[in-house]
């Protein structure tokens, strides 16, 4: 699953799907990034509303996390999805890790 989590007019963050840019083997497209971070966090782990600190790719690898949304939606990214945090203003999402492993994720800053 590829979401982008953005800020709305409405001051609320949203989901939108993405679709990722697919290169070739030959021909790979390249997207400017500053750094890679590991991160892992304990099961019942909890962030409230916060916009994203920076433009970036989070990937989860392990485990589950639930993004909650002001209106109340909850969304599920489990081993492989990919988000674009980009929800740089606004209200914010919460960040809770459910189910019982570690969530280990890896975040990608974007120039």
């Known amino acids: 699953m590829f979401k982008r989590l953005f800020s709305g007019d409405d001051g609320q963050s949203h989901l939108e ?5 697919f290169g ?7 997207q400017p990034a500053t750094g890679v971070t ?6 019942g ?3 409230d509303f ?17 993004i909650g949304l002001g209106d109340g939606s909850v969304h599920r990214f ?3 999805d ?3 945090a ?10 809770r890790v459910v189910g019982d492993v570690p969530r280990v994720s890896v975040a990608i800053p974007l120039d």
Do not use: C, N, W
């Open 17 to 21: 799907d993405l679709e990722p840019p």
């Open 24 to 30: 070739q083997i030959d021909g790979p497209v390249l």
């Open 38 to 43: 590991f991160r892992k966090s304990d099961p």
């Open 45 to 47: 782990y909890f962030i």
């Open 50 to 66: 916060h916009p994203a600190p920076r433009r970036q790719y989070v990937i989860t690898l392990q485990g589950e996390v639930e």
């Open 78 to 80: 489990g081993p492989g």
């Open 82 to 84: 990919v988000m674009l």
């Open 86 to 95: 980009d929800d740089l203003t606004g209200k914010g999402h919460t960040t």
